[in-house]
């Protein structure tokens, strides 16, 4: 089985600019979760979908907005770029709604110039 | 709202010895879920072990296992005949046990460094 995929691998962008990323789940997988990782501020929970709904939102600002499609695939998108938006971005995916594990992908590093 | 403190920033074995690194955390929840996930140079998260909260044995994994103390809200993880692919990041990691929530709330994490 495929393992959680994310692209594209690497990104940089200009401030201002608005960025969208794609995270493909393990097949048959439900759930997506989207994750921001930065040197300063670690790891923090951004969103969750399960059955193409938003169910958890993290505290960021209404920039960061995703969604879930019918087949589990999900993207995240950033609007109007700031440098502090510059991070590792993980996906994570499991089978169901609940306390499954959690499979990450390896990451969509992004870079705002 | 929880929190997960890893005290430890950097952490260095001798290949073949035992580390034990160190997590705490804070909740009022009394059901969730306590993990160490690692991340290697690859970037990838990786699951290592995990612990349920209302489970008094301890986790174990082949090599890995946790000392875990719900009392003391301590979830420490022991690597045992340390292997040179253990260098990486691990991070300690709390989920709370509801029919909805999957946000997991992560320690700082700790850079361990296995050497010859």
């Known amino acids: 089985k495929a393992g959680v995929t994310q692209t594209p691998r690497y990104l940089i962008k200009t401030r201002g600019q608005q960025v969208t990323l794609s995270c493909s789940p393990i097949?048959?997988?439900?759930?997506v979760s989207w994750y921001q990782q930065t040197p300063g501020q670690g790891l923090q929970f951004l969103f969750e979908?399960?059955?193409?709904?938003?169910?958890n939102k993290g505290n960021f600002p209404g920039r960061f907005s995703g969604r879930q499609f019918s087949n589990s695939r999900s993207e995240m998108n950033v609007s109007t770029l700031e440098l502090g938006d510059s991070a590792l971005y993980l996906c994570?995916?499991?089978?169901?709604?609940?306390?499954?594990?959690?499979?990450f992908g390896s990451g969509t590093q992004l870079s705002v110039l | 709202a929880q929190t997960v403190t890893q005290s430890q920033p950097e952490m260095s074995v001798q290949e073949a010895e035992t580390v034990t690194l160190s997590c705490t955390y804070d909740?009022?929840?009394?059901?969730?879920?306590l993990f160490w996930y690692k991340q290697p140079p690859s970037r990838q998260m990786i699951l290592v072990i995990r612990q349920e909260a209302y489970k008094q044995q301890n986790a174990t994994e082949n090599r890995f296992s946790v000392n875990f103390q719900k009392a003391a809200k301590s979830f420490s993880l022991k690597i045992s005949d340390s292997q040179l692919g253990d260098t990486a990041m691990y991070f300690c990691a709390f989920r709370r046990n509801t029919g909805t929530a999957s946000k997991l709330t992560f320690g700082t994490g700790t850079r361990l460094q296995v050497t010859l």
């Open positions: 097949s048959g997988h439900r759930s």
């Open positions: 909740t009022s929840e009394s059901n969730y879920y």
């Open positions: 979908y399960f059955s193409e709904t938003q169910r």
């Open positions: 994570a995916s499991s089978f169901g709604a609940t306390n499954e594990k959690l499979f």
